[in-house]
């Protein structure tokens, strides 16, 4: 039996610190786990103010940011570039990985996950007719809800927990791959949008 989803969604405004997004949040119950899938995007056009970039914590060992956003109409189409960093921060040890994109290069989609929560994290971008697309994504296994001690609790909720081998997340099994079945199963939309779970290395 597939138990429909909780949902809730809104938006925000642009302002002078940064441009308006959506989010959305939907939790579903499969297999006696509690699985979510929270989202927030964003729509550039070149009139948004994004001077200051685009911060976002996806869990609390991975923030991914949206900097140096340019976006320019050439011959009648929107060009847009961006640097996307992925920062890291597990056990007092920082990291970065930073990534030029181009519109020009085709649509971005990257997904991979935290090494410590059990969340899959999901980053898009692409140009849609004059407009930017920016999406980031998580997909979090909640557990079972009835234990505060439980595992995935502790770790979402103050970042302490134990670091997972790469072989211990089988693809076919990962928390992405649960959440986009049951959302198929219920016929939620924009799933097209969506590709197949792969780890980002």
Known sequence: MVVPPFICSGKSTPNDDGPG???SSELYFEKKEFLQKQEIRYVLDVHSPVSRGIDITMCPHITHSLADVKLQIQDGWLRASAHLSQKYHIYGQHSTNTTQWKSTEDRLVQVHYCEICHCDL????EVRGRELHARFTVYRNLGAGTDRFDGKWISLLTGFGSKRPP????EDNSVFA???KLAQALQRPNLREHVPFRRLD
């Open 178 to 180: 649960q959440v986009i």
């Open 21 to 23: 997004y959506a989010w």
């Open 122 to 125: 999901e980053r898009t971008l």
């Open 167 to 170: 072989e211990s997340k089988p």
